[in-house]
């Protein structure tokens, strides 16, 4: 059974800087692009980042361009998301997820994985 889980998050003043890490177990993860989306309470859960198997193909949404960078160790099943400038709407909790059909490439969309961690909350203060 595949299984994700992350952490890093937690509380920051805006400016400041988090790293997420998002570690696999019992799938073959070089051969998946993984997500990294979040929700806000009262919105929906929206795209973040993703990355290729390699590693070689990212992809941001324009809200964290140029202050988050997604990143992989496929010799340790692990996916990462730095986040630096960080804002208050960034606040959310942050989610890692699998694509779905290994080899596929990576995708911006919620209904493109199909397996989830369970979340890891942010919180920017002002």
């Known amino acids: 059974q595949v299984q994700l889980v992350e952490s890093g998050g937690g509380l920051v003043q805006a400016g400041g800087s988090l790293r997420l890490s998002c570690a696999a177990s019992?799938?073959?993860?070089?051969?998946?692009?993984m997500g990294w989306f979040r929700q806000a309470p009262g919105k929906e859960r929206e795209f973040v980042a993703t990355?290729?198997?390699?590693?070689?193909?990212?992809n941001y949404a324009d809200s964290v361009k140029g202050r988050f960078t997604v990143s992989r160790d496929n010799a340790k099943n692990t996916v990462f998301l730095q986040m630096n400038s960080l804002e208050p709407d960034d606040t959310a909790v942050y989610y890692c997820?699998?694509?779905?059909?290994?080899?596929?490439?990576?995708?911006?969309?919620?209904?493109?994985?199909?397996?989830w961690g369970q979340g890891t909350q942010v919180t920017v203060s002002s």
């Open positions: 990355i290729s198997r390699s590693g070689s193909t990212t």
């Open positions: 019992g799938s073959i993860f070089s051969i998946y692009a």
């Open positions: 997820a699998q694509r779905a059909g290994y080899y596929n490439p990576v995708s911006t969309r919620p209904n493109d994985y199909n397996v």
